[in-house]
């Protein structure tokens, strides 16, 4: 599919096709697990300079989709890591959200399967939750709403919002367990 050798050589038509093909599948992975539109674009382009620098490296067979999968995911679940250990300190209970996105992401093998199948299975788990438990988790997710804003809206304190949440990621832990260590995430964006 791609020139290997031409990469090696420094191509840069040829890198710029490997860019264009993988930018939004390892752009939606990331942003899948860090709700953060500008780290997961810079964590994306940190895999591409990464590559990029090591191009000389690269083997004949290398699979370039799987490689920058792989390395995609490990700055994420550093990012995770390290977001996780500075809220936990803070005192923030979001760092349990971030234990279980770097738990998941953690479980993926370093092979990719299509999006739309992981996205399917996830929607599924999440409209199991029971009502209050999914509102409260689509307003985290959907809107980016802090707790203290869910609560807010929703006229209930922030420690119900907590506990909601907390049982969410709970059951979601449980419901996806078989799904989370499949080779993952993404292929095509549709």
Known sequence: MFDIELIQKGNRKEFEKV???????????CLQYLQNEKVAEE????AFMKLWIKRADLKAETNLRNLLYTMTKHRCL??????????????????IEMQFNYEALNRLG?????????QDIIQQAIDKLPP????????????????????????ISVKTVEAR???????????????????VVLSVLQ
């Not at 550093?78 to 760092?95: F, I, K, P, S, V």
């Not at 370093?110 to 999006?115: H, K, L, T, V, Y």
């Not at 832990?173 to 080779?183: C, F, S």
């Open 132 to 155: 209050e438990q999914r509102e409260v988790f689509m307003m985290s997710r959907d809107e980016e709403l802090k707790y203290r804003e869910i609560a807010e809206r929703l006229d």
């Open 110 to 118: 370093n092979e990719m399967i299509e999006f739309k199948e992981l």
């Open 19 to 29: 860019y264009l093909e993988f930018f939004d599948v390892l752009y939606h992975l």
């Open 43 to 46: 964590l994306v382009q940190d």
């Open 78 to 95: 550093n990012y995770l890591r390290d977001e996780q250990t500075a809220l936990q300190h803070a005192g923030n209970l979001r760092h």
């Open 165 to 183: 949440m907390s049982k969410a990621l709970n059951y979601l832990r449980v419901e996806l367990k078989d799904y989370l260590h499949i080779a």
